[in-house]
């Protein structure tokens, strides 16, 4: 019972933090708890935020260095992002890996203008995929992170991760 009140606890002190990184076609936001203390009735609550091994500057180099621009967004020169969600458990490994919220942002309207309008919506559909595809394994490519605690007790918390798609080559 304890540990499902902090562990809500926890995630009811989320905030967003935006990093941005434009070298290699993509950016990241990520939603992290940050380290609180909370007064109860009976005493403190101390919760820290899961951290990706060296912390935010790492998990960008991480990134940079292992995702790759999808070819056919490259071919229309399409921008999007993709919304990853996972659970980093207590022992800092990740689970339940998801996408959600995939935006294709803009496209070469010279190229995307001669489909079809049914091409149109095919591609949009596969762009969409293609991200949360390539988001999915690099995420599945992480070390174990350092886990979450509250009073020193390891907990599970869902982590977001929002990944901005450009092409690297513009």
């Known amino acids: 019972m304890k540990k499902t009140f902090f562990t809500m606890l926890l995630a009811a002190m989320t905030l967003g933090v935006a990093a941005q990184n434009t070298d290699n076609g993509f950016s990241v936001n990520d939603s992290q708890s940050k380290n609180d203390t909370t007064e109860t009735k009976s005493n403190k609550v101390t919760s820290v935020a899961p951290q990706f091994p060296g912390g935010q500057d790492a998990l960008k180099k991480f990134l940079k260095k292992k995702m790759k621009y999808p070819d056919l967004a490259e071919q229309y020169d399409v921008e999007g992002s993709i919304i990853m969600h996972f659970t980093v458990d207590t022992d800092g490994s990740i689970k339940d890996i998801s996408a959600t919220d995939c935006k294709t942002e803009r ?64």
């Not at 995307?112 to 969409?128: D, P």
């Open 107 to 170: 496209f070469s309207t010279t190229k995307f203008s001669q489909e079809t309008e049914a091409r149109q919506k095919e591609l949009k559909k596969q762009f969409a995929l293609l991200f949360a595809k390539e988001g999915a394994r690099v995420v599945r490519k992480m070390p174990k992170w350092a886990p979450a605690s509250v009073n020193g007790i390891p907990v599970s918390v869902k982590y977001n991760l929002t990944i901005h798609f450009t092409n690297p080559n513009k």
